[in-house]
């Protein structure tokens, strides 16, 4: 077992690469479905370096163990969580980070309802592995129920600034156009109008921000599948910027149909 002051130095020298090095963080997150005791995660690292490692706390109805060997150059561990009583809520947080000078590998074994599933991931040096288990409760009979945002409702932090920016952007110069044309055609010239400029330029800001999400997903998937050999692409990261994109494209289409643009786009 892992000395408790050896743990909490492997806990500080994880923190403190994290926070000076965030750009060098590998982000993986697992489902792994509970639905009986002994379900759970077993985690396994081998390397020729030293592998700091730091884990969350999990309720008593878990059961966590952390172990780790130096031998004959090699150093290895493993991590193992299983249920060792009925679940409660409906969803537990699980968060295993690890870190390593060298090369080192790294086997998850993901046992749910009896059956054995193994990944392996080749991390590469320098960089803080950050995985994430969502430990779901698929018990019959479970007492108490928490509200939970669905896995593919989920957003990530850099697609609400891609839209945030985009819109300010096109909406300062929505801003500035109608101020122009509320000028020059000041006669004819009305709320109508300006509106239709706005919900255009919503819809490029929408379109704008969609495309790009897009491409960051799409470049984030094939660096992970070619630099660390596994994927992260989510359909969820496109999720927000294409609703906003169609509901802009709905409100656009009504203001053209009502014929709010024929001012705005007269030579």
């Known amino acids: 077992m892992i000395p408790s002051i050896l743990l909490k130095v492997s806990t500080l020298i994880i923190y403190t690469l ?26 396994s690292y081998s390397g020729s370096d030293e592998v700091y490692i730091l884990i969350s706390q999990l309720p008593e109805n878990f059961d966590v163990k952390v172990s780790n060997t130096s031998k004959g150059g090699t150093y290895s561990g493993v991590v193992q969580v299983k249920v060792i009583r009925q679940l409660i809520d ?7 980070a690890l870190y390593s000078a060298s090369p080192f590998t790294t086997n998850i074994t993901i046992v749910s309802g009896g059956r054995y599933s193994t990944e392996t991931i080749n991390c590469p040096p320098n960089v803080t592995i950050q995985l994430t ?39 300062t110069s929505a801003v500035l156009d109608v101020r122009d044309y509320s000028r020059i055609k000041k006669d004819r010239w009305g709320i109508q109008e300006s509106i239709a400029v706005i919900v255009r330029y919503l819809l490029y800001s929408s379109l704008i921000s969609f495309i790009l999400s897009t491409i ?17 692409f989510e ?4 999720l927000t910027p294409f609703i906003v994109l169609i509901v802009n494209t709905l409100v656009y289409q009504i203001c053209k149909w009502k014929g709010w643009y024929d001012v705005v786009d007269e030579e």
């Open 90 to 96: 409906s969803t537990y947080k699980y968060l295993v």
């Open 216 to 232: 960051l997903t799409i470049g984030t998937s094939i660096y992970m599948s070619i630099a660390y050999k596994t994927t992260s």
């Open 133 to 171: 288990f969502n430990l779901i409760n698929n018990f019959t009979g479970s007492v108490r129920t928490s509200p939970q945002i669905p896995i593919y409702l989920s957003t990530p932090i850099w697609s609400l600034a891609i839209l945030a920016l985009t819109t300010c952007l096109f909406m």
């Open 235 to 238: 359909f969820s990261w496109l």
């Open 18 to 43: 994290i926070i000076t090095n965030v750009a060098n963080v590998m982000i993986i997150q697992k489902d792994v479905y509970l639905s009986s005791i002994g379900d759970g995660i077993i985690l």
